[in-house]
């Protein structure tokens, strides 16, 4: 991992820290293009966690946007979990 996207991280986990109080429910977004497993590895990414997701696919059907609801035990949950899903082609996280 470079160094910007370390500090990114780190960022977002103090900020993360400041705004709640764990364990807490947080909504991952993302965006993937539709084609190979893309969608189906965001799914993988969360099984077994309880989690609530939603797809929904552009209008020209290239992209779907993927919402995760998921209680998270805490901050480095979360961040492990961009992480993890960082791998799949063309991920864009929101």
Request: glycine share 4%; charged share 25%.
């Amino acid at each position: 991992m470079d160094q910007n996207t370390q500090e990114f991280y780190e960022r977002l986990k103090a900020e993360l820290d400041l705004s709640n109080t764990w364990p807490a429910l947080y909504l991952f977004k993302f965006i993937v293009p539709s084609i190979d497993d893309n969608i189906i590895s965001v799914e993988e990414a969360f099984d077994c966690m309880g989690a609530v997701i939603k797809t929904t696919q552009s209008k020209t059907g290239k992209f779907t946007s993927i919402s995760v609801d998921v209680m998270v035990k805490d901050s480095q949950e979360i961040i492990d979990k961009y992480i993890e899903v960082s791998t799949i082609k063309g991920i864009i996280s929101l």
